[in-house]
């Protein structure tokens, strides 16, 4: 049981990080590069999406790290794991802190509508972002290493 346990948190945390990573490093250039109001309206139908998904994988993906650290805490690793949940939880934090509150104004911009700061708030947006892929993506390695 704890085999397919710590295969399915595998799966979850890395395809987690992997679509964040996708986000901050394929699909935000790409609409970076749009016209304007392509570019607008492309991170808003963005945040709509990730932002109803993104939540439940973020709080998923800690839940499963902490019950394979308790699952396993006599065992080697059980210290790569609970850094790897505290990790998570950091993420989490910066989510709700810090990009959640921007994501909840882009996701409702239009080319009619964007405030004049829309570019520095999609800036700011981000540079949290890169923060947080650093973040998870440590988080991912300490799972993994905590597993091999």
Do not use: C
């Not at 080319?111 to 700061?117: M, V």
């Amino acid at each position: 049981m704890i085999d397919a346990l710590e295969v399915l948190t595998t799966v979850i945390v890395g395809l987690m990080v992997g679509v964040e990573f996708s986000v901050a490093f394929v699909i935000n250039p790409i609409l970076n590069a749009l016209p304007e109001d392509s570019g607008v309206l492309g991170r808003a139908h963005g945040g709509r999406m990730l932002g109803a998904v993104m939540p439940v994988w973020y709080i998923g993906s800690l839940i499963l790290v902490a019950i394979l650290a308790a699952a396993g805490w006599h065992q080697d690793g059980a210290g790569l794991l609970v850094t790897a949940g505290a990790l998570l939880l950091v993420s989490v934090i910066m989510s709700v802190l810090l990009l959640v509150p921007i994501n909840n104004r882009g996701k409702t911009w239009t080319p009619d509508n964007r405030p004049e700061d829309w570019k520095e708030q999609k800036n700011r947006w981000d540079r949290y972002h890169y923060v947080r892929v650093g973040v998870i993506v440590a988080a991912f390695t300490f799972l993994a290493t905590a597993l091999t």
